[in-house]
């Protein structure tokens, strides 16, 4: 028998040990799982004789993850890959194979040969292939003149400024509308910033575009140059931003708000800022820019870990005053200093609201007190639309049964409301030892406090060396519910 065909037998076995062995040469989709499967030089030339037979494949998702292909095995998948000339959608996963620049060139001199390809994903998270490895990518990725979605997760890879010149290389993909770029924890200053406008105002004008820079130092200088990228990419429907400990402040975010503001088509916004030392003046910026944007009907903000203080969320609420389109509104606001007369003040700027639907208010450690909630819902009462309401006030000490009681009594009001859920600190950790200490006190069980978050303990009951039931996790629970085995 033919070396090849032996070879290839056995290739069709390991794909069959993992689960995702189908019929071969008939599939238009195939998805080969093969995470942290050790995968020797052996191994990966067998899978690349599998790859080979999907000559009809136009979909391939192929996941790698935690193998240590290095620079070599991701050559021949790279090649292997090249020869399916059907393909129109591919996701590869190639997260923590110790990828170096080097390999990112070879993965470049094969991905022109994709001509039909029009959905790009490529994970490279955790590698090392630095500017020179991303710029490589991109040169090639170039030349795919029929591509519509790319994504390029590159955290942590050691990418510096030079490596955000990697758009300028896509000014001729023409058809790209949606465009994906995660570039986390790298090295990036306000200089790589300036490097990726320079690109944008070259690369075509895109629908989607998702752009993750957080855990950089792009400071106040870089935030004005990113802020700039939307004077020229002004047509983007559905935005997100993640940029969080960048370190560009109230200053920062008022250049960045002042850009976002070019965008008069946007629908869809999500911003993560936590953690940019913001105060009260970077909610004011935020809010002149909501008001500026009537086609927004999605807002997601987090902004964890600030100094908003009760005029932050204020000056915040003021942006969605009277907005005749927003329907869905998620703001994370945990950690931010917030007091009563603040939530009071920004639950009345969205009285009447006339299309919100989902309201989602993540109010973790702040100041609040059960003195607020009548106020505040009253004023939510008034969203006659509003069909899920999320309110999470774990960790304001002061805000016990009796105030989520008024809550609830007014979002009975609500003709629409099928989801509501308020989540708050029901007893404090003692209470509830003593409280489980007494319902089994009885059963020859003890009670071990795992540990403490938010004021709530996760609890283990033990029973000699064997433990009882699974680490309850969503305390407090009713003393009924709990199923204790017998012996």
């Not at 989709?29 to 494949?57: D, H, M, P």
């Not at 999605?298 to 908003?308: A, S």
């Not at 009548?374 to 069909?387: D, F, H, M």
Request: charged residues 20%; glycine residues 6%.
């Amino acid at each position: 028998m033919d070396q090849n065909i032996i070879r290839f037998e056995i290739a069709k076995n390991l794909l069959k040990a993992t689960g995702d062995y189908k019929q071969y040469f008939t599939q238009k989709t195939v998805k080969i799982n093969l995470k942290s499967k050790k995968l020797n030089v052996e191994k990966v030339e067998q899978l690349c004789l599998v790859l080979q037979g999907f000559v009809q494949a136009e979909k391939l998702k192929l996941n790698l993850r935690e193998n240590i292909l290095k620079d070599e095995g991701v050559k021949l998948i790279a090649e292997a890959i090249s020869k399916l000339s059907t393909i129109k959608f591919l996701v590869l996963n190639l997260y923590g194979v110790e990828l170096n620049a080097e390999g990112a060139k070879y993965l470049a001199e094969y991905l022109p040969n994709l001509k039909n390809i029009e959905t790009l994903k490529i994970n490279l998270w955790w590698n090392n292939v630095q500017n020179e490895g991303i710029l490589s990518i991109c040169k090639s990725i170039g030349k795919l003149s029929k591509l519509k979605t790319l994504e390029l997760d590159l955290v942590h890879n050691n990418i510096s400024d030079d490596g955000c010149k990697m758009v300028e290389y896509l000014e001729s993909n023409t058809q790209l509308s949606n465009l994906s770029i995660f570039l986390q924890n790298n090295l990036i200053g306000p200089n790589g910033i300036c490097n990726l406008q320079e690109g944008f105002n070259k690369a075509p004008q895109v629908e989607t575009l998702v752009m993750f820079l957080g855990v950089n130092k792009i400071g106040v200088e870089g935030a004005y140059f990113l802020g700039q990228c939307f004077k020229k990419q002004n047509l983007i429907k559905n935005l997100t931003l993640g940029l969080l400990k960048n370190e560009f402040g109230d200053e920062g975010l008022e250049e960045i708000a002042e850009g976002i503001s070019n965008i008069q088509c946007l629908n869809q916004l999500s911003m993560i800022l936590w953690e940019n030392d913001l105060t009260e003046v970077g909610t004011s910026a935020l809010s002149n820019m909501i008001q500026t944007l009537p086609n927004l009907t999605h807002v997601f903000l987090n902004l964890r870990n600030n100094r908003l203080g009760s005029q932050g969320l204020y000056e915040l609420g003021k942006g969605f005053k009277d907005h005749q389109n927003i329907s869905y509104l998620d703001l994370f606001l945990m950690d931010n200093q917030i007091k009563d007369q603040g939530f009071i003040k920004f639950s009345n700027e969205l009285r009447n609201l006339p299309n919100l639907h989902t309201l989602n208010l993540i109010l973790t450690s702040n100041n609040l007190t059960d003195n607020c909630c009548r106020t505040v819902g009253e004023s939510l009462a008034t969203i006659k639309k509003l069909g899920s309401l999320e309110i999470d006030l774990v960790q304001n000490e002061e805000v016990t049964q009796k105030g989520v009681a008024l809550l609830h009594s007014f979002a009975a009001q609500l003709d629409r409301l099928l989801q509501f859920k308020i989540e708050y600190d029901k007893e404090d950790k003692d209470q509830l030892i003593q409280k489980y200490q007494k319902a089994i006190q009885n059963s020859q069980l003890k009670v071990k406090i795992q540990k403490v978050m938010y004021n709530t303990p996760i609890i283990q009951l033990l029973a000699s060396k064997k433990i009882y039931g699974e680490v309850i996790q969503n305390l407090p629970l009713i003393i009924e519910d709990l199923r204790i085995p017998q012996k």
